[in-house]
């Protein structure tokens, strides 16, 4: 970089890191690697010709609005699409005013407006570990620090935050804006947060006031057990900030995501957001807001949940097929009640990163693990998607990722495991 | 606002103000008061069956990349038609390469991105008095402050800088990370830099080591005189960074726009844009991208000039009909060359502010100039447009702008001006 640029730049830039995800996608999506990194949905699955009839439908009747410039806050008749939506029975089932949504270009924007809205320099953010990790670039722009709770089975260990609070002064408990939580088969854990600690994190928040940012873009693709009540649901209105995409559920393409929240915090976030964009595009919200009145997506959500699920299923059983070490309890992985991830943990001495190139040698992607977490202390992990691939590259990556970890040191593959243990069966 | 939400905010968003423009068109808009504020082109004259068109083709042929997630620098074959577009004789004529240029929604995203490059808390910004509020607003936002250069008939009054920057510390001096300008048909006051200027400016820049942030939304909406080169073209590479957009020549629906700057620093764009949305939606870059490719834009361009540079007559017709006070220096107006604003200037003891009360209760609306200046000193401005209403709306609202204005204390209106004259011609 020339030194004159170097002087120029912002602090938040200097620090800023790019996505190791979106910088090795374009590499990876040129080749015949097979991937199971990115968290894009299966294009065979676009709703095509709805979108089609949309389109037109928007361009013959609602040019005039769909084409101009829209209100920081949202097209109304989408807002009210979206309101309507909530307050079904098998949805969310709250009630939301007009006033209580803002409609962002993806939730990425959510979580930048609400960084924008929340964070000074040195605020503090308590993260999940492993967590989103464009949550930590957008809260990282804006100056935030991190206090990191770990996961489990089922979700934040929620319990532990009390702990952690203990030992900050009053002032840097002050700091504290947020807790960012994910609560529904999590990016990119894969975990679910037990209604338990759902409550838990609640009264935490009423007692130490701050606030609960819910990121949920892929609640609505369960594949098994019960639909949980979001926090924001839950909690009293004004606590919980709730991110929410049609990203997953209709095409990222649009770049359609809402916030709901107080109606205070609506408003400062319609205010960061006309500095920000002016507004999002009114003709993609027309689209949506048209697909939405014809009761479409539901019916296309319950294709995606199907085919989805199939998906996971066949991954789920090709690692159980190939990965080793056979009856070792080193390498596991969690098993999502939805969503597009898994989540694999090897044993310690294994760093992902430093097995990366020899996956791509062997044709297979994954994402690292350490980015997601916000002091990249954990290397031994990495997500998996599902959602992407076809059933046979599936199977097919499972095997060339077997391939790839049974090479590792300290890793005896399955085979030669089966061999070793022939004696003692 | 409760006292909880209070201690939680950002100290960014409690100083951030909302746009009066975007505020009051929400109010305008539903009545029938006719509207000179706002800057929103002439729906009538949206290239709908060209839009349905590429929609069409785009999701015939193109959905699996334009519904999907996208480069967070934009779309590769847009990119690829804007770059051939600029290089072209009757546009920039400027080559630049394909990390030279980020996508972005809408040009205010390109203002957002350049602050969140460039400024810390406190860091310097060199504006035009007036200047487009949507950049002050994003500059704000990332704790910029202002050093303001009136503006003449021929734009910044550059000359002035070095006066002003002779009164700084070197350590203030460095803090100086842009000068921000609109060279052409100014957002608000309509004036074009000269070229001499332009060039001057460059000089400046470079002696004192600030880059130069070129937003040019209209240049392409040019109605009489010559086009200038930008600064973008005129300067070394890496010194300008030149903000357009297809609003204006397309629709604003779409939110396509895109930044030109050297590469190191389009580079730090797309690391701030990546926390900021991910993308620009990959289904309305796509569509532009056809537009481009069919050769659609220009000649729809040349309609839109066309149809503008008649709105524009007649409002200045309009005003110089009926305009209280004949032959009164004191009431004076921009005459354009080109875009879709009027700066009006008025005695200095009207306040446009607390006149626009009177003229919504005659039914017609206007931009009160304060907010354009970034510390709000100049009072007695107004900003008119002439590319929303029509033909007959126009010459009906500069009768009732007319009426409210002939009725402010100390304005002689023209019929009693007419009648006191008599006796003297």
């Given at each position: 970089?020339?030194?004159?640029?170097?002087?120029?730049?912002?602090?938040?830039?200097?620090?800023?890191?790019?996505?190791?995800?979106?910088?090795?996608?374009?590499?990876?999506?040129?080749?015949?690697?097979?991937?199971?990194?990115?968290?894009?949905?299966?294009?065979?699955?676009?709703?095509?010709?709805?979108?089609?009839?949309?389109?037109?439908?928007?361009?013959?009747?609602?040019?005039?609005?769909?084409?101009?410039?829209?209100?920081?806050?949202?097209?109304?008749?989408?807002r009210?699409?979206i309101i309507?939506r909530v307050a079904?029975?098998?949805k969310e089932e709250v009630k939301i005013g007009e006033d209580e949504i803002i409609v962002t270009?993806?939730s990425?924007q959510g979580l930048d407006l609400v960084a924008k809205t929340f964070l000074?320099?040195?605020d503090i953010v308590i993260v999940e570990?492993?967590t989103y990790?464009?949550g930590?670039?957008a809260f990282?722009?804006?100056?935030g620090?991190?206090?990191?709770i770990?996961?489990?089975?089922?979700g934040m260990?929620v319990?532990?935050i009390?702990?952690?609070?203990?030992?900050?002064?009053?002032?840097?408990?002050?700091?504290i804006k947020f807790v960012y939580v994910i609560p529904d088969f999590q990016?990119?854990?894969?975990?679910t947060l037990s209604l338990e600690r759902r409550k838990k994190l609640i009264t935490l928040a009423e007692k130490y006031n701050f606030l609960i940012v819910e990121d949920s873009p892929y609640k609505e693709?369960?594949?098994?057990?019960?639909h949980k009540p979001s926090l924001f649901a839950l909690a009293p209105r004004g606590r919980v900030i709730m991110l929410c995409t049609?990203?997953?559920?209709?095409?990222?393409?649009?770049?359609?995501a809402y916030a709901m929240g107080g109606k205070e915090i609506i408003y400062q976030m319609v205010?960061g957001?006309?500095?920000?964009?002016?507004?999002?595009?009114?003709?993609?919200?027309?689209?949506?807001?048209?697909?939405?009145?014809?009761?479409?997506?539901?019916?296309?959500?319950?294709?995606?949940?199907?085919?989805?699920?199939?998906?996971?299923?066949?991954?789920?059983?090709?690692?159980?097929?190939?990965?080793?070490?056979?009856?070792?309890?080193?390498?596991?992985?969690?098993?999502?009640?939805?969503?597009?991830?898994?989540?694999?943990?090897?044993?310690?001495?294994?760093?992902?990163?430093?097995?990366?190139?020899?996956?791509?040698?062997?044709?297979?992607?994954?994402?690292?693990?350490?980015?997601?977490?916000?002091?990249?202390?954990?290397?031994?992990?990495?997500?998996?998607?599902?959602?992407?691939?076809?059933?046979?590259?599936?199977?097919?990556?499972?095997?060339?990722?077997?391939?790839?970890?049974?090479?590792?040191?300290?890793?005896?593959?399955?085979?030669?495991?089966?061999?070793?243990?022939?004696?003692?069966?």
């Open positions: 970089m020339t030194k004159f640029l170097e002087g120029k730049l912002s602090a938040r830039i200097k620090v800023a890191k790019r996505s190791t995800i979106r910088e090795s996608l374009r590499l990876i999506e040129q080749t015949d690697i097979i991937s199971f990194a990115g968290g894009m949905p299966d294009p065979a699955l676009f709703p095509i010709d709805l979108i089609k009839k949309a389109c037109d439908e928007v361009l013959t009747n609602h040019s005039e609005f769909a084409l101009q410039y829209g209100a920081s806050e949202g097209y109304l008749p989408l009210q699409e309507k079904s029975a098998n270009v993806g990425q000074n320099y040195g570990e492993p990790l464009g930590l670039q990282r722009s804006y100056g620090n991190f206090i990191g770990p996961c489990d089975e089922t260990q319990e532990l009390e702990d952690k609070l203990k030992k900050l002064s009053n002032q840097e408990i002050e700091r990016n990119p854990g894969g975990r693709l369960r594949y098994c057990g019960k049609f990203s997953k559920l209709f095409c990222p393409g649009f770049r359609v205010t957001k006309q500095a920000t964009d002016l507004c999002t595009p009114a003709f993609n919200q027309a689209v949506l807001s048209y697909v939405l009145e014809k009761d479409a997506l539901d019916p296309h959500i319950e294709k995606l949940i199907s085919v989805y699920r199939e998906k996971q299923k066949c991954m789920l059983d090709s690692l159980d097929k190939y990965i080793p070490p056979l009856g070792m309890p080193s390498i596991k992985w969690t098993k999502p009640d939805g969503g597009l991830f898994l989540w694999m943990m090897m044993p310690e001495h294994i760093d992902t990163e430093k097995m990366f190139p020899k996956a791509i040698e062997n044709k297979i992607a994954y994402v690292m693990g350490t980015d997601f977490y916000h002091d990249g202390s954990v290397k031994n992990c990495m997500r998996l998607n599902f959602s992407m691939p076809t059933l046979e590259k599936i199977e097919e990556g499972v095997k060339r990722l077997a391939k790839v970890i049974g090479s590792e040191k300290g890793i005896i593959c399955r085979k030669q495991v089966r061999e070793s243990m022939k004696g003692k069966e």
